[in-house]
């Protein structure tokens, strides 16, 4: 047997966990919408997108090119990094800080770190814990390209959640034969961190577009399964339906149907809010609730469509853009008090100063051009952020380039 090197044609699908930073918490209060890390259930989040995730000293966590950060940009906009070696540059596997390059997915997790990596041409993958404390790695889970019988088969993985000491990944096994058809497969694992023991919960053949994980609740896991890509001139949207699959039995069933045509990519990835999903159609808000069952429509266009949403506690900032046009308006809704409100939105070109990726503290992260035009990881205040004061956002500062 001997190991070729492929690169994977399928696309990324990491790419998607980006905008979660957690889920559950069971607390009403918007000041702590995001968990700390010591919380029990959180999701992975791709290097690509930036997160904020708070410590149990009311710091933030942040993890930007290979490098893991404590800070508060609230207060200042200096970012340490997780080491206290003198003279450190926070590039090698000798600085606790520096968890090294083609990192996919990362997520803290009570006091350690789980990442999932790669080498090179993505030909072995694998899980790592990374205890900060005292800069030891340990391998978790590994997979590797190999070839049988003339068919070569490689691997995609897709982290989700880690809850109750469980951590739940996406198997993407593609096959390529050079005289038959290729096909995939896809496995739903979940790994127990303590035993070590791996079980995958349900195998499916891809026939289309397959599934993506979307969170995990405590006896369910929730995924969604693309069932529809339409070109709508200018641009696509994928449609979606939302199944739910027992941990114990595997039994899968669909929680929201495809003729709801719900836009797949939950945004943020996984994030659950009082057991509550968010999702949108072209002209719906919903919430799903995974503990009842309960679908309801928390806000609707009449015009428009909708294109993104992003749960922050109890608040919902979601966009829409008219028919025939470029402008996209902003909205936030307080499922709390039943409330929308549009936001300030200075461009009407169809960009946004800034892109929200999630909610910290009493503020929002996300992306956005400084002076010299580079796009930049950027904290601001919910205010600040909802009446269009882009001037008052902090960059953080000591943070490594964006690549
Ligand atoms: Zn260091």
């Not at 790695?137 to 019988?149: A, F, I, N, Q, V």
């Not at 979307?214 to 449609?239: K, P, R, W």
């Not at 100063?353 to 990881?377: P, V």
Request: hydrophobic share 30%; with cysteine.
């Amino acid at each position: 047997m001997r190991m070729h090197k492929i690169i994977l044609a399928c696309v990324l699908m990491v790419s998607c966990l980006g905008c979660s930073g957690g889920a559950n918490v069971h607390t009403e209060d918007q000041s702590t919408i995001n968990p700390t890390w010591e919380e029990e259930d959180h999701s992975f989040m791709a290097p690509r997108f930036f997160d904020l995730i708070p410590t149990k000293d009311g710091n933030q966590c942040m993890f930007v090119n290979d490098v893991v950060y404590l800070g508060d940009p609230s207060k200042s906009a200096k970012m340490i990094p997780y080491c206290s070696k003198s003279g450190c540059k926070h590039d090698s596997m000798e600085c606790p800080a520096y968890v090294g390059p083609n990192v996919l997915a990362f997520s803290p997790y009570h006091d350690k770190w789980y990442y999932i990596q790669s080498n090179e041409d993505q030909s072995h993958i694998f899980f790592v814990e990374h205890d900060h404390t005292t800069n030891g790695r340990k391998k978790l889970w590994e997979c590797s390209t190999y070839e049988e019988d003339r068919a070569v088969h490689t691997f995609n993985v897709v982290p989700q959640t880690i809850r109750h000491e469980r951590l739940y990944f996406l198997v993407q096994e593609m096959i390529f034969h050079p005289e038959k058809n290729s096909n995939s497969k896809e496995y739903f694992h979940m790994l127990d961190l303590h035993t070590g023991k791996d079980t995958v919960l349900k195998e499916f053949d891809i026939t289309q577009y397959g599934h993506s994980p979307v969170a995990v609740s405590d006896d369910a896991l929730y995924m969604e399964s693309v069932t529809d890509i339409v070109d709508l001139g200018g641009g696509y949207e994928t449609y979606a339906a939302l199944e739910k699959m027992d941990l114990k039995t595997g039994e899968v069933q669909v929680v929201v149907p495809a003729e709801t045509r719900m836009h797949a990519h939950f945004h943020p990835y996984g994030r659950t809010f009082n057991d509550e999903l968010v999702y949108i159609t072209d002209k719906e808000l919903h919430l799903y609730n995974t503990k009842t069952g309960e679908d309801r429509v928390v806000e609707s266009i009449d015009e428009g469509r909708m294109l993104y949403m992003n749960l922050c506690g109890n608040v919902i900032y979601w966009s829409m853009v008219k028919e025939d046009r470029n402008d996209i308006h902003m909205f936030k809704t307080d499922c709390k008090r039943g409330e929308t409100k549009e936001i300030v939105s200075p461009h009407t070109d169809g960009a946004f100063e800034c892109s929200l990726y999630s909610a910290a503290g009493n503020g929002i992260f996300g992306k956005m051009e400084d002076n010299n035009g580079d796009l930049k990881s950027v904290w601001m205040t919910c205010e600040d952020y909802e009446n269009g004061r882009y001037e008052k956002a902090v960059f953080p500062e000591g943070i490594k380039q964006d690549k």
